[in-house]
């Protein structure tokens, strides 16, 4: 099992849709998380923190669940834009002190 | 430009050839990471410093992979004995040390062919 899964999509979605994006991680003793952002042939760039109390960005929501452990991403009015691979990272915890990446799930907003 | 900065952009080398990519971190970070991404992946994590000292290794990495900080501030990573499964970008990362909740800045990455 990996330890940080992601369904990899592509998400095809219209202009203006909401969209949400799932990630299970395996190690209860992660501590902290995010979503990065990363565009064809581009590095991966934070897009924001996830925090347990759940946390909102403009047009995003991410939320934590540590008793299920997942966390979720939410996208609202969908922008030609947001067409990207959206990365699920968890530092999995004590004495791991590098990021865990998933393997990313692809969204393309359409016309 | 403040951000990471890693190079070469691109190298193709033959199976067999070292090759050796160099990262410049961002000037106040002493975390400094190496990861490596191929198509339909996230980034796999190869190895961590802080400062000089290289405290995390990957199973992934294997003995033809040896990286250096030797000072601090910029790393090199070297492969040797190169494999065609070697092919893919290899990114080096850097963050400030503030806890497990903080930022890792990625560079532009370096495109590994070998053919």
């Known amino acids: 099992r990996k330890e940080v899964e992601q369904d990899p999509g592509p998400f095809n979605v219209p202009e203006g849709a909401t969209v949400a994006f799932n990630c299970t991680y395996s190690n209860s003793a992660s501590q902290s998380f995010f979503w990065y952002r990363q565009d064809c042939r581009k590095e991966p760039k934070l897009l924001m923190s996830v925090y347990s109390s759940g946390n909102e960005d403009g047009r995003f929501t991410a939320q934590l669940n540590r008793a299920s452990q997942y966390i979720s991403l939410l996208i609202r009015d969908s922008k030609l834009s947001d067409s990207a691979t959206y990365l699920c990272?968890?530092?999995?915890?004590?004495?791991?002190?590098?990021?865990?990446f998933g393997s990313g799930t692809r969204l393309q907003v359409q016309p | 430009d403040t951000g990471v900065s890693q190079d070469p952009r691109h190298k193709i080398t033959k199976r067999g050839q070292n090759v050796t990519f160099r990262c410049d971190p961002i000037s106040e970070h002493n975390r400094l990471y190496w990861y490596r991404q191929t198509l339909g992946q996230g980034p796999e994590f190869l190895t961590y410093?802080?400062?000089?000292?290289?405290?995390?290794k990957s199973r992934l990495l294997s003995d033809r992979f040896s990286a250096e900080r030797p000072k601090g501030s910029f790393s090199t990573l070297e492969i040797q004995r190169t494999e065609q499964g070697d092919s893919a970008m290899y990114l080096c990362?850097?963050?400030?040390?503030?806890?497990?909740?903080?930022?890792?800045?990625f560079g532009q990455g370096t495109r590994l062919t070998v053919v």
């Open positions: 990362a850097s963050s400030a040390h503030r806890g497990a909740d903080t930022e890792a800045f």
């Open positions: 990272v968890v530092n999995m915890g004590p004495g791991r002190r590098a990021l865990t």
């Open positions: 410093f802080q400062n000089e000292a290289q405290l995390e």
